[in-house]
Nanobody, 116 residues
């Protein structure tokens, strides 16, 4: 199993920045892929960014490219999502997720609210 603990959400004005953290109970180097998803009110959960731990390869949703950066710190077993130039449409609950031994695991989610 993998436990994921998410932190770092909050309220920020448009144009501001936040950094989300996802602390894993396992060495993230051993977790092949980790990701961030988000879910806005009344909408389905959507992928935001993903990273392949061993290669560092990343992917981003078109809506966040150039503004968000996903990264991992193997020494701290922590995944990050640096969010810059935030927009009101980025308002959502953000979740950290990963696949381990064929199963999906999710953190508890953190609210990000961007005011205009």
């Amino acid at each position: 199993q993998v436990q994921l603990v998410v932190s770092g959400g909050g309220l920020v004005q448009a144009g501001g920045s936040l950094r989300l953290s996802c602390a894993a109970s396992r060495n993230i180097f051993d977790i092949i892929g980790m990701c961030w998803y988000r879910q806005a009110p009344g909408k389905q959960r959507e992928p935001v960014a993903s990273i392949t731990s061993r290669t560092g390869s990343t992917n981003y949703a078109d809506s966040v490219k150039g503004r968000f950066t996903i990264s991992g710190d193997n020494a701290k077993n922590t995944l990050y999502l640096q969010m810059n130039s935030l927009k009101p449409e980025d308002t959502a609950v953000y979740y950290c997720g990963c696949v381990w031994a064929g199963n999906w695991y999710w953190g508890q989610g953190t609210q990000v609210t961007v005011s205009s």
